[in-house]
């Protein structure tokens, strides 16, 4: 996909999570006549719980975890679990002591923060037989890619960090060891990924230690350390030293390990198609596709809204080219120019510009960062690093040179990833200073929905003409459906490469190479499309449920501010809460 966030608690697993909850709820399954204060020690509970369970969650999620009663946290990435009986005891077990909380008289905070969880852990329950058809090592947002970025950007405020931090690198291998664990259970069910994948993710790793002296991981390491003014020369000197080592040691040993147990692998996967050539695989598809887009609508419901949609794109296009048939002359370049090309200045321009019709921004302090020239052909076009809960005043955002140049394309990734997309979104619900629980809870088709929504939202606010700016913004919309139309196409009705070249090709996408290569993103990350796609549309359908309910009372920036105050959460969730006064 184009563009996507970098989430805090990626090395965990559904087993982790749920055994976490299960010791919660033991603890909470004693209260009597529970209130308020008795939910908060709840959620409490569970959020120390899930967060000290993994260094990078807990180190990303926390800037001062001590003021969230979490002390002396193992360093440790946490580590992969085949079994699914436990975890489907231990959810029906957390959601049995969360309805002890049910029909009581919740402040409406809490009683939002029970709704969210509450639907959370009844789509987690739906994947407790389907542990095993889960995929980590997916080619762009997969762990392998995720884990040198999240290290590189891994906080070095004193020497305890450090000392945490090399610790981490330490237990690399470990962690390793027990990804390739699953990928052996994997295959012994005849679930492992194909050849084609396979070769994927053995290339990405390859380059990943190709880089040996010049990787990030050590030129990162010695910029955080250049911000600690109390180190020493001699400390600095010994800490660049170990770090190389462990980098070497571990974490190159870690990736060749994987290299080679993929190549072990390789060849004993029993399909190169979609999820649906897998035992029930469709019906793992259906529960891949509500907890990817936190939308409750069946396969047929979403495919009836994505081509509706479709076609309203095609009728504005055609609307444009009838009144104006020379911008037709933006849409054949690759990403017409803008004035500004500075992407800082072009944040300042979206704040701006946004300002009219979305709530105020935080005050904070972004900052623009650059892939790796080894890594771009490896990772997304750009990402932002969602910032500790409590702390979101430095931002970053990466930029894919490989893949993002300038333009409109340059204008409108910014748009997704910054104002008014992922880094407003985040730092304005940190502003509401909700149950810090949620924070912990993974909603991608709220997070990329409202990102892709504000995407679309900011071809109107760029330089572009008005008619320009339609064209491409409905433009953009319609390859965002072929995208979807394709996820849903290759997993759940078992196109095979062919027929989505042949679907392509319907549309004037005729390159089949570039087919290939979408073909094979897709039959990696089943749903990732539609997290996006299918998040945007939602945000549409409760806009247009707003202009109903809301009459002439409606203004974009009452349902901007809505949907941003009730954050992270399924859409019926949200629906049930912007719509229940």
Known sequence: MRKRTFYKHFVFTLLTFALLFL??????????????????????????????????????????????????????????????VESSAALENCLA?????????????????????????????????????????STLTGVQAQLPILLSEFRLENTEDIDIYLTLLSATEEYFDSLINFQRTKSDAGLFMSDTNADCIIEECTSFIGMGKDNYLLSSFEERLDEIDSLTESDRSLYIKKNCELVEASVFTAYQNLIDAMQELRGTGTNDYGLSYYPNGDKYYEYVVRRETGSSRSISELLQLTETQ???????????????????????????????????????????????????????????????????????????IIPAIDDTSENVIYINQGSTTDGIDLYTTLAHEGYPGHLYQTT?????????????????????????????????????????????????????????????????????????????SNYGITDTDTVTQIYNLIVSDPGNYLKYYIGYLEFLELKKEAISEWGDSFTQLRFHEAVLSVGPASFNVIRNHIFSE
């Open 310 to 384: 479709m076609l309203t794109d095609l009728q504005a296009i055609q609307d444009v080219l009838s009144e104006n048939p020379d911008a037709a002359e933006v849409s054949s370049q690759e990403s017409p120019l803008l004035v500004e090309a500075n992407p800082l200045n072009i944040l300042d321009d979206l704040k701006t510009k946004m300002s009219s019709i979305f709530p105020d921004n935080p005050n904070v302090n972004n900052t623009i960062k650059y892939v790796s020239e080894d890594m771009q052909d490896y990772v997304s076009p750009a990402f932002y």
């Open 428 to 504: 304005y619900y940190a502003g509401l200073d909700t149950d810090p629980l949620r924070s912990a809870l993974n909603f991608g088709g709220y997070v990329e929905g409202w990102a892709t929504y504000a995407e679309m939202c900011s071809y109107y606010l760029s330089p572009l003409a008005s008619d320009e700016a339609a064209l491409l913004q409905h433009n953009a919309s319609f390859i965002l459906g072929l995208y979807a139309l394709s996820d849903i196409g290759i997993h759940y009705q078992g196109w095979t490469l062919m027929d989505t070249v042949s679907f392509f």
């Open 97 to 137: 002591a969360l309805r002890k909380y049910e029909g009581t008289s919740l402040s409406e905070e809490n009683q939002l923060t029970y709704d969210v969880l509450e639907d959370y852990l009844e789509t987690a329950m739906l994947s407790a037989e389907y542990t095993l058809y889960d995929e980590p090592l």
């Open 23 to 84: 010791t919660g709820c033991q603890n909470a399954a004693q209260v009597s006549s529970p209130t308020d204060s008795d939910f908060e020690a709840f959620t409490e509970a569970l959020f120390q719980q899930e967060v000290s369970a993994n260094t990078i969650g807990l180190h990303y999620t926390l800037e001062n975890p001590e003021d969230y009663g979490i002390l002396d946290a193992q360093v440790t990435y946490g580590s992969y679990s085949t079994s699914s």
